[in-house]
T-cell receptor
Framework: SQKIEQNSEALNIQEGKTATLTCNYT??????LQWYRQDPGRGPVFLLL?????KEKRKERLKVTFDTTLKQSLFHITASQPADSATYLC??????????FGTGTKLQVIP | ETGVTQSPTHLIKTRGQQVTLRCSSQ?????VSWYQQALGQGPQFIFQ???????GRGNFPPRFSGLQFPNYSSELNVNALELDDSALYLC????????????FGEGSRLTVL
């Protein structure tokens, strides 16, 4: 069955450093990989997506890589700030199918 | 531009009761998806509606049902509530494009006692 794995343990990082979150998947050939941010008790907020034929995508302090051979995406936040503290969800989509989410990784940026 | 709105924000029901959750999609979006999110888990896909027709369903029993209206707003109905139905129910709208970015509401927190 399709499986999306994100680090279940929280990631603690010092302010100003680069946070790197990992998303691995199996039994899936997604056309698109998306990242969302979710704050406690709130709905997820779309951040960015990367297509299967793209290796890297950037948006301001965010960078996403997508390796379809390794079946892995890395999500980087450079110059991290306490306001970046949240849970980050990886999501996959193949064609016109549903969007499938991972369990999320909680990021804590320490001042 | 109006975002996705959901109601009610919180509700408490008892086992065996029925509940209806409502969602207004973002302006210009014709596709609505519903997700269930248990504490500490990622959102789980319930079903999706496109132009008033269900066009995808996750691994949820038939007591989870839905509707989409001509204005693209939507309802999620859950019958015969069980304790495990306690969760955050998220509605997301999208333009229906193939890349499928979802725009979520703030959710309805359901507690079943």
């Amino acid at each position: 069955s399709q499986k999306i794995e994100q680090n279940s343990e929280a990631l603690n990082i010092q302010e100003g450093k680069t946070a790197t979150l990992t998303c691995n998947y199996t039994n899936y050939s997604p056309a698109y990989l998306q990242w969302y941010r979710q704050d406690p008790g709130r709905g997820p907020v779309f951040l960015l997506l990367i297509r299967e034929n793209e290796k890297e995508k950037r948006k301001e302090r965010l960078k996403v890589t997508f390796d379809t051979t390794l079946k892995q995406s890395l999500f980087h936040i450079t110059a991290s700030q306490p306001a970046d503290s949240a849970t980050y969800l990886c999501a996959l989509k193949g064609g016109y199918q549903k969007v499938t989410f991972g369990t999320g990784t909680k990021l804590q940026v320490i001042p | 531009e109006t975002g996705v709105t959901q109601s009610p924000t919180h509700l408490i029901k008892t086992r065996g009761q029925q509940v209806t959750l409502r969602c207004s999609s973002q302006s210009g979006h014709n596709t609505v998806s519903w997700y269930q999110q248990a504490l500490g888990q990622g959102p789980q896909f319930i079903f999706q509606y496109y132009r008033e027709e269900e066009n995808g369903r996750g691994n949820f029993p038939p007591r989870f049902s839905g509707l989409q209206f001509p204005n693209y707003s939507s309802e999620l109905n859950v019958n015969a509530l069980e304790l495990d139905d306690s969760a955050l129910y998220l509605c997301a709208s999208s333009s229906g494009g193939i890349s499928g970015e979802l725009f979520f509401g703030e959710g309805s927190r359901l507690t079943v006692l």
